[in-house]
């Protein structure tokens, strides 16, 4: 089992910076990747950034070059620096740690509370 905690989010103009945090607690070990994902009204979720142990990043095509994510294996944390918002970026976003079982099997998905994000034309 792992938990995970979010924060950060708000309210912001276009052009704005906002910073999420997420800390993961209990079976940390198995986590092999750590990611955000975004889900706007009436939208799917999708994923923005993600981060595998082996050191791999990816990005939607949406938020290159504007948002960086960064991850802390030792602290079991990882951070969303979101640049230059526009009024697309809102939406609620999801921490999600992938907690890996083998190689075989797929890994099983956790999921934060999802903070809240807002940006204003």
């Known amino acids: 089992q792992v938990r995970l905690v979010e924060s950060g989010g708000g309210f912001v103009q276009v052009g704005k910076s906002l910073n999420l945090s997420c800390v993961a607690s209990?079976?940390?070990?198995?986590?092999?990747?750590m990611a955000w994902y975004r889900q706007a009204p009436g939208e799917q979720r999708e994923l923005v950034a993600r981060?595998?142990?082996?050191?791999?990043?990816t990005y939607s095509d949406s938020v290159k070059g504007r948002f960086t994510i960064s991850r802390d294996s030792a602290e079991n944390t990882v951070s969303l620096q979101m640049n230059r918002l526009k009024p697309d970026d809102t939406g609620t976003y999801y921490c999600?740690?992938?907690?890996?079982?083998?190689?075989?099997?797929?890994?099983?998905?956790?999921w934060g509370q999802g903070p809240q994000v807002t940006v204003s034309p």
């Open positions: 999600n740690a992938e907690y890996f079982i083998s190689p075989i099997d797929p890994a099983i998905d956790y």
């Open positions: 981060s595998h142990i082996a050191g791999r990043t």
């Open positions: 209990g079976d940390t070990g198995r986590i092999s990747a």
